[in-house]
């Protein structure tokens, strides 16, 4: 059983819940709450040797457990409030003021620059997880879901894919990165960026003319996967429009697809949108101050297919599941 089909099998109740609360429940970069306006909630978990180093710079590590829980808000198109912050610790890092200190700076400095406030929480001993449910607003109607792509849609992605995941390589000694290079992309791995302005741009120009986002978390293939999944309809993603930075194109092509279609930690979004908003995407990325690049369209029926040069091509990429 992989990580979402155990999702939906365990705790995904539908219409079996005795309660029913939220607009949208399970299976969204966010829930939808209605309590007067729309809450937009979402947590996200990162446990160390899974998502982290033990040695993770904890200041980065602080801004990096924010920044995911951030960037489900991106997809969302909310703006962030307020967030919780559960911690279990190592008692050596309990006793660690300076690492301590570190991590809170780390998480404040990216929450202040997004307005967000942290609320409360729980502390405990144990292995150093960090687990953040962050809040934020949405107006109902212009919330990004997975389920709204339309077929003869523009597909987007924000920034450059697979940074992440070749700094992750290159770390690993897997491949060789000149040093340059590698500081540009650790700061990419480990402070990525949650494109929280742009989502929010994204969904003034909803539900008319942006139709659906995602954060893409667990790589492109996966996470347009879920877009495609949500709205029943399929993708042509060019191969050769896929922005990548210098040092991922400089890798082979099965490395590129690696780790632009496959690698997790982009924290980009992508995000459907029709034709005619084209000029707008263009207009309002710029104030965001975050490229776009056009990479695909949405077509009938399921899937992605990958194309070079207007002809489907193979391609074996599956996104990150925790458990397959
Ligand atoms: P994301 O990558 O956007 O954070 P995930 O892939 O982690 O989202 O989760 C997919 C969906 O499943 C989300 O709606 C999330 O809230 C839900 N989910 C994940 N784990 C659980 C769980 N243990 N109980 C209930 N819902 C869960
Ligand atoms: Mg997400």
């Known amino acids: 059983m992989g990580e979402f089909e155990l999702i939906r099998r365990c705790f995904t109740r539908g219409s079996a819940a005795p309660v029913r609360r939220a607009r949208l429940s399970i299976g969204d970069d966010c829930a939808l709450l209605d309590v007067g306006g729309t809450l937009a909630v979402s947590t996200d978990m990162l446990v160390e040797g899974r998502h982290f180093f033990a040695d993770v710079d904890p200041q980065a590590l602080g801004h990096k457990c924010l920044a995911v829980n951030l960037s489900d808000l991106a997809a969302m198109g909310a703006e962030p409030l307020a967030f919780t912050l559960a911690l279990a610790l190592p008692p050596e890092r309990a006793a660690d003021d300076a690492w301590l200190d570190a991590f809170a700076c780390g998480l404040f400095t990216l929450a202040d620059a997004h307005g967000c406030e942290l609320i ?34 523009d597909v987007y992605v924000s920034g450059s894919l697979g940074d992440a995941a070749l700094a992750l390589r290159a770390m690993r000694g897997e491949i060789a990165v000149d040093a340059t290079a590698l500081t540009a992309l650790r700061a990419r791995l480990e402070q990525p960026t949650p494109r929280v302005a742009l989502g ?31 709205s029943g309809v399929g993708a042509e993603i060019e191969l050769a429009d896929l922005p990548i930075c210098a040092a991922l194109a400089a890798q082979s092509p099965a490395m590129q697809a690696a780790c632009a279609l496959g690698g997790g930690d982009d924290y980009e979004l992508c995000f459907t949108a029709a034709p005619e908003a084209a000029d707008r995407i263009d207009a309002l990325a710029r104030d965001a101050g975050v490229p776009v690049t056009r990479i695909g369209r949405i077509v009938a029926g399921s899937g992605v297919h ?19």
């Open 306 to 324: 990958w194309m070079v040069q207007g002809q489907v091509a193979e391609v074996a990429v599956h996104g990150y599941d925790h458990f397959a």
């Open 200 to 230: 929010r741009a994204l969904a003034a120009l909803a539900p008319d003319r942006v139709h659906s986002a995602i954060d893409l978390s667990d790589g492109l293939a996966g996470d347009l996967g879920h877009i495609l999944q949500a």
């Open 120 to 153: 409360g929480g729980d502390t405990t001993a144990g292995p150093l997880v960090v687990t953040i449910t962050i809040l934020g607003r949405v107006v109902a109607e212009q919330a990004l879901r997975r389920d709204g792509a339309r077929v003869g849609d």
